[in-house]
């Protein structure tokens, strides 16, 4: 019956363990992986972190003039791969783990590309931002072929061989 | 001594309890083919160092005691009749707090053949055959820290305001 007196001095010994979570600050080490942070301004719409995140919680979608990054933390694995990916570096990890909703809607976040269309066809193919990225990358860029669809671009430059000879 | 069951009850009678369920709260784990990490994390919140029971926060066994279901896995076929059947026993105000990446979106398994994809897909389903459930709330995190799922809990009963909102910004 006494035997259980034994377990005292040790809880003396050790005290308290519980952590005051809701009123201490919680325990977030160097390495720890939340919610990722896109930077809309360094983000230009290539879709790298799309092809590459394994449960598609970065994803393309287009309304009309516009093409949507969105990002849906729900089904975030937080690996960090679309942060590694990044050709613009654009991708940020924080530390952000506190991200309970009541609704599913609240979870999302998108950040808004504006198109630019193909003179030939009218089709919407690449964002802005992105094309006036790899015209400052690309110095002999036929101009009048930079603002066609790819699809568009094969017949230009199959008319103007054949014009040619 | 005569026991009486309520068999229906107003809106307002719902109300009134979920006013009072600002209290202590009594929860049930259902594991919907979790890869038992958000199971883990579950477990840790009940142990010393987490200690949830200091708010109050007990486990049961059964679904008939308790207010709110911690769910996670994201839903496969298999276990789909179970959780209905779970969810039915559960008493009015029905509480679910969807743990895990899994229970949120479906996780990397949304678009599988064998699994339903997340708690939300099947919501509306629930609703109408009669399974009404008054509180949701979502918790990401794959798996959900221990720290999120008290956050969860605190947002869930109201004393807390949720941090995440939906924004949208031009690049």
Redesign the interface.
């Known amino acids: 019956m006494v035997k259980f007196l034994k377990i005292l001095p040790i809880s003396a010994k050790i005290g308290t363990?519980?952590?005051m979570?809701?009123y201490d600050r919680?325990?977030v080490t160097e390495s720890f992986r939340g919610?990722i942070e896109v930077d809309?301004?360094k983000?230009?719409?290539c879709g790298a972190c799309t092809r590459i995140c394994?449960?598609?919680?970065l994803s393309f979608i287009q309304e009309g003039e516009t093409l949507i990054?969105r990002y849906?933390?729900?089904?975030?694995?937080?690996c960090g791969m679309c942060a590694d990916t990044c050709p613009e570096k654009a991708i940020k990890i924080t530390k952000?783990?506190?991200?309970?909703?009541?609704?599913?809607?609240?979870?999302?976040?998108?950040?808004?590309?504006s198109l630019s269309t193909c003179r030939r066809c009218g089709k919407k193919f690449v964002?802005r931002?992105l094309m006036n990225k790899v015209k400052n990358l690309v110095k002999e860029l036929p101009e009048e072929l930079l603002e066609l669809c790819p699809n568009c671009r094969r017949i230009e430059s199959l008319l103007r061989t054949t014009n040619l000879r | 001594m005569k026991i009486t069951t309520i068999t229906s009850f107003s809106e307002k009678d719902l109300e009134k309890a979920l006013a009072k369920i600002k209290r202590s709260i009594w929860v049930y784990h259902l594991n919907t083919g979790s890869c038992n990490g958000c199971d883990i994390e579950i477990l840790d919140v009940l142990t010393?160092?987490?200690?949830v029971e200091?708010f109050g926060i007990r486990l049961v066994a059964s679904p008939r005691h308790t207010d709110l279901v911690l769910l996670t896995g994201p839903i496969t076929v298999k276990t789909l009749s179970k959780v209905i059947k779970a969810l039915r026993a559960v008493p009015r105000p029905r509480l679910v707090m969807a743990i895990g990446?899994c229970a949120?979106?479906?996780?990397?398994w949304?678009e599988s053949y064998s699994t339903i994809g997340?708690f939300?897909k099947i919501l509306d389903k629930l609703n109408d055959i009669g399974i009404v459930v008054d509180?949701?709330?979502?918790?990401?995190?794959?798996p959900a820290?221990?720290?999120?799922i008290?956050?969860?809990t605190?947002?869930?009963l109201g004393l807390?305001k949720?941090?995440?909102?939906?924004?949208?910004?031009?690049?």
């Open positions: 363990v519980t952590v979570y809701p919680p325990l919610a809309p301004g983000c230009v719409g394994p449960p598609k919680a990054l849906f933390v729900g089904r975030c694995i937080f952000e783990f506190e991200l309970a909703s009541s609704s599913l809607y609240e979870l999302y976040s998108d950040v808004q590309h964002t931002k | 010393p160092w987490f200690d200091r990446s949120v979106g479906g996780n990397i949304f997340g939300y509180r949701v709330i979502y918790v990401p995190g794959c820290r221990p720290e999120a008290i956050y969860g605190a947002v869930l807390l949720p941090k995440t909102h939906y924004k949208r910004v031009e690049a």
